[in-house]
């Protein structure tokens, strides 16, 4: 049976290999969900697409399933995340009630601009927007635009509904862009990563929907894939990453991200590299 991959490279010592990455992918996914509020799509979406590579798969696919199956995983990431944050009280509900909806629906958009959009263009929009935030986390202060979010409700929609867009396409949970933007607006920084959390669930329950329903008649794509999303990674991934998720929350109160911040900021700047370079 031709599945329109190499299934040569299917033997014993390279599907150990291939889960063993996955599991630990999961682990730091989780990890940083939980510590930086950088979402650990950041991570999984490279490392997928990368993987799906390996095994020759055509490269609009390879985009397109990687970014579905991170926002896939980082449902139960988020859910985790979120309650571990929620306990200490760094959770804000009236952000979630001006942002969530707006957010909401831009991320199902997203979800289905997918069906139109090639695998270079997702790359591209993870390629550019990561040098971006690699560039913002290196800084030594983050940006201040004002001491308090925008008075307008159709501004802070406006807000939320591009990190919505762009996260989906990303294949991230937001808080890559939302803490950052938060930030910006003078917003305490662990209530702005545990608001993020839950901001990462209202991005990726729509956006994986969209990228379900734009997957369902492509050819090409892995056995037990589901739309755009590979059921089998999500289930390596996903469940190592719920796990790290509240051990990550935990250290953000524990530590200074500080170097650690810089030292992702260094891997992801080179990842974002070779996303565009693909």
């Given at each position: 049976?031709?599945?329109g991959?190499?299934?040569?490279?299917?033997?014993?010592?390279?599907i150990a290999?291939l889960?063993?990455?996955?599991?630990?992918t999961g682990?730091?996914?989780g990890?940083?969900?939980?510590?930086?509020?950088v979402?650990?799509g950041i991570?999984i979406?490279p490392?997928?697409?990368?993987?799906?590579?390996?095994?020759?798969?055509?490269p609009?696919?390879?985009?397109?399933?990687?970014?579905?199956t991170s926002?896939a995983?980082?449902?139960?990431?988020s859910?985790?995340?979120m309650?571990?944050?929620?306990?200490?009280g760094?959770?804000?509900r009236p952000?979630?009630?001006?942002?969530?909806?707006a957010i909401f629906i831009?991320?199902?958009?997203?979800?289905i601009?997918?069906?139109?959009?090639?695998g270079?263009g997702l790359r591209?929009?993870f390629?550019?927007?990561?040098l971006?935030?690699?560039v913002n986390m290196?800084?030594?202060k983050?940006?201040v635009?004002?001491?308090q979010?925008?008075q307008?409700?159709?501004?802070?929609r406006a807000?939320?509904s591009v990190i919505?867009?762009?996260?989906?396409?990303?294949?991230?949970?937001?808080?890559?862009?939302?803490?950052?933007?938060?930030?910006?607006?003078?917003f305490?920084v662990?209530?702005?990563?545990?608001?993020?959390?839950a901001?990462?669930?209202l991005?990726?329950?729509?956006?994986?929907?969209?990228?379900i329903?734009?997957?369902?008649?492509?050819?090409?794509?892995p056995p037990l894939?589901?739309?755009?999303?590979s059921l089998p990674?999500?289930?390596i991934v996903a469940p190592v990453?719920?796990?790290?998720a509240?051990?990550g929350?935990r250290?953000?109160?524990?530590?200074n991200?500080r170097?650690?911040?810089l030292a992702?900021?260094?891997?992801l700047?080179?990842t974002?590299?070779r996303m565009l370079?693909?």
């Amino acid at each position: 049976m031709n599945f329109g991959f190499d299934t040569s490279l299917f033997d014993g010592l390279t599907i150990a290999m291939l889960v063993a990455g996955l599991a630990i992918t999961g682990v730091a996914s989780g990890v940083l969900a939980g510590l930086l509020g950088v979402g650990g799509g950041i991570v999984i979406v490279p490392v997928l697409f990368w993987v799906l590579a390996l095994f020759h798969f055509s490269p609009d696919v390879t985009s397109h399933l990687a970014v579905a199956t991170s926002l896939a995983v980082i449902i139960p990431t988020s859910i985790s995340s979120m309650r571990s944050h929620g306990k200490r009280g760094n959770v804000d509900r009236p952000l979630l009630d001006l942002w969530g909806p707006a957010i909401f629906i831009s991320a199902l958009i997203g979800g289905i601009m997918s069906k139109f959009i090639p695998g270079g263009g997702l790359r591209l929009v993870f390629g550019v927007v990561g040098l971006l935030v690699a560039v913002n986390m290196a800084m030594p202060k983050h940006l201040v635009i004002s001491d308090q979010l925008p008075q307008s409700s159709w501004i802070n929609r406006a807000i939320a509904s591009v990190i919505g867009v762009v996260s989906s396409l990303m294949g991230i949970g937001g808080g890559t862009l939302s803490v950052p933007t938060l930030s910006s607006f003078s917003f305490p920084v662990h209530r702005a990563v545990g608001t993020s959390s839950a901001l990462g669930l209202l991005i990726a329950l729509p956006a994986v929907a969209g990228f379900i329903w734009s997957g369902l008649e492509v050819a090409g794509r892995p056995p037990l894939s589901l739309g755009y999303v590979s059921l089998p990674a999500v289930a390596i991934v996903a469940p190592v990453s719920f796990l790290f998720a509240p051990l990550g929350a935990r250290l953000a109160h524990a530590l200074n991200p500080r170097y650690l911040k810089l030292a992702f900021a260094f891997f992801l700047a080179i990842t974002a590299g070779r996303m565009l370079l693909s």
